[in-house]
């Protein structure tokens, strides 16, 4: 066998030849390597099954390991060793008569005539006294009566009837029987255990008596008050730390019975152990169970339609911020709360970057372990990939949003925090969680009006002017000194196990690296007759969300929402007036507000 280097060498040539691989995985087993000889099973790039024969080398290799003598290489091949003629033994009668019966039916097979005028030569029984040598049917006289019967044979075989034949016995059914009834014996009980899940709404029956629970503390006056809700659920590790006498009595009592509301009528009665009140739905999860505890960043929260949004936009990563690490805390944190949220609580994940706007599902979806733990997955590779930092197309189609003449902004001037916003509030969401790196810019689209004047009175085209040789050739020099600075600086940090700097404009920081300002033209014309178009003001924004709460909550009778935000800034970052934004917008709305600074901020902020 050739040297470990040649071996992978060809494996890497022809990663499909199993004997390359095999001897590879020899390799790495005789080196103490089993995680390696594991990893080279699974880089079989072919899609056919794996050979039986290889299957059951690959199970000896990877559980009793390889001897020095054992290996699937290529060998030399061995000559064929020609049999030894031995002293045939006489066949007994009973095995004479089967063949004799057997030969007739030969006749019928290819080369049925030597060979059947050969097996009549063997069956012959020679006496037992013959010597060996000289018994007819030893090897040599046998061949030579075969060869001569046939060189006689005239082709009038006679084919004579089997008056006994030998008919191959009934199989037993019995195993089939077994088998048929097991898997009726499961369809019942699958069925039977299915019938029991199915609740069945019956009226509750009138009591016969009246049973009164008294639990034993401190003595206090007697108050008889007047009941109107059902009293609170009382769960099972505190009921068993009271004893309680029940008091029966069949008949008419002076004791004084407080009013009960007594408008749900309903259990629900099922095979399950128990019974349970169902107030007006049909289903086994209480109003307790369909709301969810949420801890956003510190911001305490609950809701039965929770939606998280989340900024994907490259302002999250950048160093004063804390960089990706500080993205992959934001990311685990999010699933610590879709964790805990519980199974009949209904969510969605949005992620945003300016007007692109991605949903975890299409529309809310139960807090069942399999979507929670797909939408963790989900968010998983987000801005993980230096090269790929933002939205990526790969995460699917951006939503849209709908238009409605009451809202002050058209859909398609809507976007960042505000189109997710408008997005989780057309579902109904009952409380909303965003965290977001600050207040994103829109810009106002054509009205139909301006739209109209624009065809009547077409804009003048201005000309674009020219750009000082010297300027460009200056711009060009920094732009190229800031890349190289920008690849030293993050192979360095790949060194220490820092993440990469991520630059969001990068005209901007090849000014503030070199001091030099892009070039400008000169000489050009601005163009003219085009309408200005005003920017969406803070005061914008909150104005739309109030008429989307009109819209989708009020007109509907629905519980007005919550909308929770969170605004995630760089350590010493200046704000201007967009935490005064926020805060306008979650008093509003119900909601509460947090400022995060830095990575330290976002240490264990769910106590998780």
Known sequence: MSDAGSIFEKLEK?????????????????????????????????????????????????????????????????????????DPVPPRQEEVEVAVESSVFRQEQPGGGLEALMEETAIETPPAETPAKQRPDAPEIRFEKAIKRWREYDGNLILVENESPVLPARPSAAPERISSVSLAILVHAIVFFLIGLVAISVPRPKPPQLVVSVVHEKQTELITPRITK???????????????????????????????????????????????????????????????????????????????????????????????????NVKEEVGIMLANLNRATHFNVLIYQGKRLIAFRPELVPGLPSNLRYA???????????????????????????????????????????????????????????????????????????KEELEKNPPTPGTPGTINPAEKKAWDNAVAKTRQWLQEENAARREKGISPK???????????????????????????????????????????????????????????????????????????????????????????????????????VTGG
Not at 296 to 305: A, E, L, M, Q
Not at 568 to 583: A, P, S, T, V
Request: hydrophobic content about 35%.
């Open 376 to 450: 963790i997955e989900w968010l998983e590779p987000l801005n993980r990939d230096y090269e790929q930092l933002g939205l990526p197309r790969s995460y699917g189609e951006s939503l849209v949003v709908s238009d409605h003449e009451e809202l002050p902004l058209q859909a398609a001037d809507v976007a960042h925090y505000t189109k997710a916003i408008q997005k989780a509030m057309e579902w109904q969401a009952s409380a909303i969680f965003c965290i977001t790196s600050g207040y994103g810019r829109m810009q106002r689209s054509l009205t139909p009006e301006m």
């Open 230 to 328: 059902p009293t609170p659920e009382i769960k099972p590790a505190a009921a068993a730390a009271q004893a309680i006498d029940v008091i029966a009595s069949v008949e008419g009592s002076t004791f004084s019975i407080p009013d009960v509301d007594n408008s749900d009528n309903t259990f629900v009665a099922s095979m399950l152990p128990g019974v349970q009140p169902v107030g007006n739905g049909m289903n086994f999860f209480t109003e307790a169970t369909k709301s969810s505890d949420v801890n956003f960043f510190g911001i305490s929260g609950s809701g039965r339609k929770i939606v998280f949004i989340i900024d994907a936009t490259p302002q999250m990563l950048v160093d004063e911020k804390g960089g990706m690490t500080a993205y992959n």
């Open 14 to 86: 022809s990663p499909a030849d199993w004997s390359l691989r095999i001897l590879a995985i020899e390799h790495k087993i005789r080196s103490g390597d089993i995680f390696a000889a594991r990893q080279l099973v699974r880089e079989d790039p072919s899609t056919d099954p794996v050979p039986p024969e290889i299957q059951v080398r690959l199970h000896k290799l990877l559980t009793k390991g390889v001897s020095e003598s054992e290996s699937l290489a290529p060998e030399e091949p061995v000559p064929e060793e020609k049999p030894i003629p031995l």
């Open 502 to 604: 991520v630059v969001v404009n990068f005209t901007s920081f090849v000014t503030q690296r070199t001091g030099v300002s892009p070039p400008r033209r000169t000489g050009g014309t601005p163009a003219s007759g085009m309408p200005s178009l005003p920017r969406v003001t803070p005061e914008d924004v909150e104005d739309h969300v109030k008429e989307l709460v009109d819209l989708h909550y009020k007109e509907p009778g629905l519980e007005e929402p919550s909308v929770h935000m969170v605004f995630f800034l760089g350590e010493d970052e200046r704000i201007r007036n967009e935490e005064d934004h926020f805060r306008r917008l979650t008093r509003k709305n119900r909601g509460k507000l947090k400022v995060l600074r830095g990575l330290a901020a976002l240490e264990n």
